[in-house]
């Protein structure tokens, strides 16, 4: 997002003058969820998706039509901004940039085979995720020791004294992912963050937030994967085990997806980075990536709170 965003407000330049943004928001323990997409003049999409779950009968609003609705909501709870507000310098030198490579290697490889072919585009078109930071043309791939800068959060109430020690305690999980998407992405494409079930997902035993490259969360459906193992395969659920077991299977969970499924066969689908944060209703907090680094933390009960970026620390 812009250099001044906080958590909720970002954006990714995609083509000359428009600016796309995307949210989501589920949470439990009602099945109950919201999510925008395409939205362009919104300060902070999270919240029209948490007034689409709110006030509407809807999952998903996108475009012109969640513009709309922003409009019809008191400026307290949702508030727009002219397309000046997002774009940023280095946002459009990113762009810049990251278009001038593409255009290099496409020019190469279309030599290599003689001509124009729809096939190159769609192999050598350079995207470069949000955060990513600036581009080195020297580089094969424009995004190769990156941070993912996607925002997400993962949070858990119990009304209980003792959290989730009662047996009569129900926990609430909720999950929100937002995210600047890819720079130079065509065509109005829609990534992970606001498809309930890729990039976010929150039920009474977990919520999940995940960050990378969303056309290959999309594919395996990865935060839902992740909350189904954790139920299905792991036997977390009715059963009251200690809660150092509950962390176990939520860690495995985790790690089955982002370093199994995720990361493809290796042959004909190379598969794709990311990350996960992920909760459960005990308070078992699991962050796992398959990258160099993900910028995560996480705030105990009592406030303390910690902050790690890379596997070493």
Not at 43 to 57: E, I, Y
Not at 66 to 92: G, I, K, M, N
Not at 215 to 230: G, P, Q, S, T, Y
Request: glycine fraction near 10%.
């Amino acid at each position: 997002g812009p250099s001044t965003s906080a958590a909720g407000e970002s954006i990714t330049i995609k083509e000359p003058h428009q600016i796309i943004q995307r949210r989501k928001y589920p949470a439990s323990p009602q099945p109950t969820c919201g999510a925008v997409a395409g939205v362009e003049q919104v300060k902070n999409p999270v919240s029209l998706a948490r007034a689409v779950m709110d006030r509407t009968p809807h999952v998903m609003l996108i475009g012109k039509g969640a513009e709309e609705f922003s409009r019809s909501l008191p400026q307290d709870v949702v508030q727009t901004r002219p397309d000046e507000y997002f774009l940023t310098e280095r946002r459009w030198n990113q762009l810049v940039k990251v278009r001038e490579l593409e255009a290099e290697q496409i020019q190469q490889k279309e030599a290599e085979v003689g001509g124009k072919t729809n096939l190159v585009w769609k192999h050598m078109m350079k995207v470069q995720l949000d955060h990513a930071g600036d581009a080195d043309a020297n580089q094969d791939t424009l995004d190769q020791e990156r941070k993912f800068g996607t925002v997400g959060a993962v949070a858990l109430y119990c009304p209980c004294e003792k959290n989730s020690q009662s047996t009569n305690c129900r926990a609430q999980l909720a999950s929100a992912t937002s995210t600047g998407g890819l720079t130079n992405a065509r065509f109005h494409r829609v990534g992970d963050s606001p498809i309930i079930g890729a990039g976010t997902y929150a039920n009474h035993l977990c919520a999940i937030s995940c960050t990378g490259h969303g056309e290959h969360f999309l594919r395996c459906v990865a935060a839902h994967d992740i909350a189904k193992r954790l139920e299905y395969k792991h036997g977390y659920g009715n059963d009251r085990n200690e809660k150092r077991d509950k962390a176990d299977a939520l860690q495995r969970s985790v790690e089955e997806v982002i370093f199994g499924t995720l990361m493809g066969d290796g042959k004909d689908d190379e598969g794709g980075d990311g990350g996960v944060i992920a909760l459960d209703g005990y308070g078992n907090f699991v962050a796992e990536f398959n990258c160099p680094g993900m910028y995560h933390g996480w705030v105990y009960e009592d406030g303390t709170m910690e902050t790690r970026i890379f596997w070493d620390e």
